[in-house]
Structures are given as structure tokens and as C-alpha cells.
């Protein structure tokens, strides 16, 4: 069996300004990184600003398996198809981060015959945009630290410091560390901690920005941290914003590159779902939405973590709205919360697969629940078998909702042809419309359970004493209008992973909200879940390996 990494290299790739050709834009429209990869430039986006806007479909999926159920294949496979049946569907998505691709996940450049392309380059260093997210992040920490070192002005408490440093690896040793060590020439010691890279607001600044103005403007907001007399320090304060601005320049810029099948695809930004909104960046899906007649992007595991994220945050910082909802299920996934080991999830089980349905039906409540239109696309897998995927198919329609079974990993666009012609029959005529799930302007508590109890199913929300501390100051000092983001396990509705299937009656417990000024959103932190992940017992990176040729092995 052909790896991802070999699959593409089969394929012989188009420029990629015959790529940008399709959506009408010039080489001078772009800038270069190679033959096969470039940014949009700002001239450019400027003058497609007037562009009537396309239909836009967003991919989910249910509660999935720790290697996920195939979201970002079926997306770039969806666009494909797309374009099979006559459209100009171009795909945007988000980038992948080195911690899962040399962790557990591995990439995010989709499998199979529905990949964007190249994959090892999209994998590891790409354009660079994560590398200046994580400088940009770490020099605001440096700047902080100096301007405290320096008299202080500003009466900033270091004991109340809240911006930590970034890095793109899963390093689990660097969660929770003490930094300053060595004299009072390295500055104050402290207990400090490192989260990754995606979870950065910075990250969710720059997928959250409509322009370089509004960027500066948003890193200016970023609360830094509070003062001895317990007011808070915003980057404002501190005059750094256009210096932090000035390191995202090239990175604010979609990239451009290709699917397989020569479909235009926009890959840009990577915040993960569990800890931050899991979208791509406004920005790139604007630009594809100004050039495409379809639009297929995703949000980050399950319905409850992205698309909820989506529609409440992301929809609505960028003023466009969803189409329609491609829900992806698997038999496999359904067989994990039906009972089944995850070592045997490859084996024929009908009756596990009965058992995991309710699962799949609170997603489909969900999507109700913000009034959308949706298919679900049964993500075909080798060790499926023609009962299983009947018995999900015959569910869906019990409760509805049209479906279809797809293999665009085996097939390409050809593995999704009906589900194609479905989505556009859904949508041709269809005038979108922006829902949200509560009012920005609500008490945090209330839309903090509106989320929870809806969404997840809670029966209620518990909050620790650092929780209720965080509300006072968030209530005191403005922070209260924002929306929420909610930091929970992707592994189960509930805030437990260990509770598959559909929980009922849970506890969702708030342990700390964290306030994310500057991308304009609350990060109520629930559970276990960490802003930094750690590596599992045998990672990705055992088998990644490069050839004297400087040939890339064992990406998937």
C-alpha cells in the first residue's frame, strides 16, 4: 500500500501560477516561495475587496478517534469533486503544526488521493508563518520581561504576569518551569511555562484579522498581565504592537498552493480546536470565497470544539456565514463510543456500531441547533464493511438528514461525486445566514452553560476558586462582552475523555478563564486539557527520516 508521502510524489505538479490562473490572479499577485508555493499580496487582496462572494461548506465531524476520522481528506476531497461537477471550488484549510506531525496525529495535508501539495514541505516549515507567529509571541515575552528589568513604569507585577513563551513541539517538560535563575543581572526568578505554539493568541490573532490594521490593533489589545494595584497592562501600554506587527508582515498573507488534482487550495494559520477556535485564517477564506464559486474549509475535531467556534467566533469576527455543515461520521469512531477497544476498531462489529449512534445523533441535534443544512459524508474505510456503513446511512436518514458514503482518500474527487451534487443542490438557491448559539452581550456565566449545557450536554458548570477569582476581574474590568472559548477535550463531549458515546448528566468543571483581549475572546479552561501537549510513548518522529538527496521518509 502506497504511503501519503509516496502518492504524492507521483503526482506531477502544476506551477503555481498556473495554479493562481484559475482564480484569476496574475504572477505578479503573488509572492514566490519556490514553484509550487506563494502568498497573495496585499495589492491583490485589495483589489478583489468587491468580489461577490461564493458559497462557503463547512466540514465537521463527530467526537473522533485519537488519529482522527479523515476531516481535512474530506475537505480537499470535497473540493476536488467540486470541480468535477463544474464548479470552481477551491479548498482553505489550516496549517499543520510540528507537534502532532512528529507526535501522534502526524500532518494535516489530508491522505490518499485528496492531499494539498507538497505535503512534506505543508508538514514541516511551509512559508514560515508559524516560526513568526512563535517569534512574534516570544519577543513580546522578551519585551515584558525588559521593560519590568528596567525600572517598570508601569508598576507591572511579575507574580501576575500572564503572556507565556511559545514553542512548536510537544514538550511536555517545559508546561511549567522557573525562569530567571543566575542573579539579579538575568532578571526576577519566576515559575513560568511555555504553551505551544497553536494555542498562542497570537495565532488567534492573525486567523482573527481582517487587515494589517486591524492586526496592530488586536495585538495592542493582548492583556499582558495585571499591575500590583490589580489593574490590567495591555501591549498598548507598552508601545510594542507595531514592532509585533512588523514580524507577522508575510505571515498576515494567505498562502497558495495545490490539491492532487490541481484544485487552488488556501492554506493558512493552524489554531487547534481544543484550545483555541480551530479555523483557518479569515483572511485566506475571504480571498477564496472572492475567487471561487465553492468554498470548503473545516473546523478542528468535533462539531462541539470547532464548528460551535466557528459560528460563534470566527463567522462572526469575519462577517461571512456557512452554507451548509458536511458532518463527517466513521464506523470506526462509532465502534469506539459503541464499546470497541480502539485496537479493535478494524474488526467487523455491527452491534458497536448500533451502540456508538448516539453519539453521532447529538452532533446532528447540534447542527440543528444553529439552524444550518448539512450532509453527512460516511468516511469509507479499508475495514468497513457494507452492513456497518448501512446501518449509520439508514440512521441518518431516520433522523433527517441526507447522506453519502465517500472514499476520497482511495478515489480523489471521484470518491465524492454524489455527496458534490448534494452539497450544491443544498446550496445553489440557498441565501446563508449567520447563527449563533447566545448574545455577545451576556453574563460570561450564562454563555459559558449556553455552550456547555446545548452543546455538550452538561447538566451544569462548576468553577474553582481560581475561576471565580478570573470572573471577578474579568467582570471589573470590561472583559465580560467578549465571547467564549472554551479549552475542552476533543476526545469526548463532555470535559472528560475518558466519558465516549453521549454523556448524560455530567459536571463540566472551569478550572481557570484565561482572557484573550486581543483576539477578542474568553478561554474558559475545563478539565484536564493542557495548552501544551506532550509526545505519546512511540511518536511520529521514530520513523521521519531524510535522504542524502534531502528526500523526506515516513510523513504521513
Known sequence: MLSDLDIGRQVELKHINDIAAKLGLGPDDLDHYGSYKAKVRYTALRRIEDNPMGKLILVSAITPTPAGEGKTTTSIGLAQALNKVGKLATAAIREPSLGPVFGVKGGAAGGGWSQVLPMEDINLHFTGDFHAVTAANNTLAALLDNHIYYDNELNIDPRRLTWKRVVDVNDRMLRKIVIGLGGSKQGFPREDGFDITPA???????????????????????????????????????????????????????????????????????PFANIAQGANSILATKTALRLSDYVVTEAGFGFDLGAEKFFDLVCKYGQFCANAVILVATVRALKMHGGSKLKDIAIPNPAAVEAGLPNLAKHLENIHKFGMKSIIAINRFATDTEEELAIVKNFCLSQGFDASIVDFHAKGGEGGIELAEHAVAMTEKDVCKLNSLYEWDSPVEDKIFRIASEVYGAQKVDYTADARADLKKINKYGYDKLPICIAKTQKSLSDNPELLGRPKDFLVTVREILISSGAGFLVPITGEIMRMPGLPKHPSAEVIDVEGDGNINGLF
Open 200 to 270: 498562542s493568541e497570537i495565532m488567534a490573532i492573525l486567523c482573527l484579522s481582517n487587515t494589517m490594521d486591524e492586526l496592530k490593533e488586536r495585538i495592542g489589545k493582548i492583556t499582558v498581565g495585571f499591575t500590583h494595584n490589580g489593574e490590567p497592562v495591555r501591549v498598548s501600554q507598552l508601545g510594542y504592537e507595531g514592532a509585533i506587527a512588523a514580524l507577522l508582515k508575510d505571515a498576515l498573507k494567505p498562502n497558495l498552493v495545490q490539491t492532487i488534482e490541481g484544485t487552488p487550495a488556501f492554506v493558512h494559520g493552524g
